[in-house]
C-alpha cells in the first residue's frame, strides 16, 4: 500500500521534476485519489489566486461561510470523481 499523497508531496514531485507536478491522476488507493483530489483543488486555488498573502488574508471569509465551505467541498467531490474514473474506481 503507497503512502497518502499532500499537495506537499505533490509541490515537492514538481520541483524535482522540471515542473510537473501531475504526472499522473493514477493513485494505488482511493484514499490517495482523495489526497490528490485535495491537491488539485489547491492547485486551482493557488493558479486562480497566485499570492499567498491574499489567500491568507482570504480565509477567514470564508472559514466561516457554510456556502463557501460546501462549495468548496464540491469543488473536492468533482475532482475525486475524475481521479477515480482515472483510476477505474479501483477496481482489481
Same mark, same amino acid.
Given at each position: 500500500?503507497?503512502?497518502?499523497? /499532500?499537495?506537499? %508531496? #505533490?509541490? $515537492? *514531485?514538481? +520541483?524535482?521534476? !522540471?515542473?510537473?507536478?501531475?504526472?499522473?491522476?493514477? %493513485? *494505488? %488507493?482511493?484514499? &490517495?485519489?482523495? $489526497?490528490?483530489?485535495? /491537491?488539485? !483543488?489547491?492547485?486551482?486555488? $493557488? /493558479?486562480?489566486?497566485?499570492?499567498? &498573502?491574499? +489567500?491568507? *488574508?482570504? +480565509?477567514? *471569509?470564508?472559514?466561516?461561510?457554510?456556502?463557501?465551505?460546501?462549495?468548496? !467541498? #464540491?469543488?473536492?467531490?468533482? #475532482?475525486?470523481? %475524475?481521479?477515480?474514473?482515472?483510476?477505474?474506481?479501483?477496481?482489481?
Amino acid at each position: 500500500m503507497g503512502s497518502i499523497a /499532500t499537495a506537499d %508531496t #505533490h509541490e $515537492a *514531485e514538481a +520541483r524535482d521534476s !522540471s515542473d510537473v507536478w501531475l504526472p499522473s491522476l493514477i %493513485t *494505488e %488507493t482511493p484514499q &490517495e485519489g482523495f $489526497a490528490l483530489a485535495i /491537491t488539485l !483543488s489547491q492547485k486551482g486555488v $493557488a /493558479t486562480t489566486q497566485p499570492d499567498a &498573502e491574499v +489567500r491568507k *488574508e482570504l +480565509r477567514p *471569509e470564508y472559514a466561516q461561510d457554510p456556502d463557501s465551505l460546501i462549495a468548496a !467541498s #464540491h469543488v473536492v467531490a468533482t #475532482h475525486f470523481q %475524475t481521479v477515480a474514473a482515472a483510476n477505474d474506481y479501483w477496481r482489481k
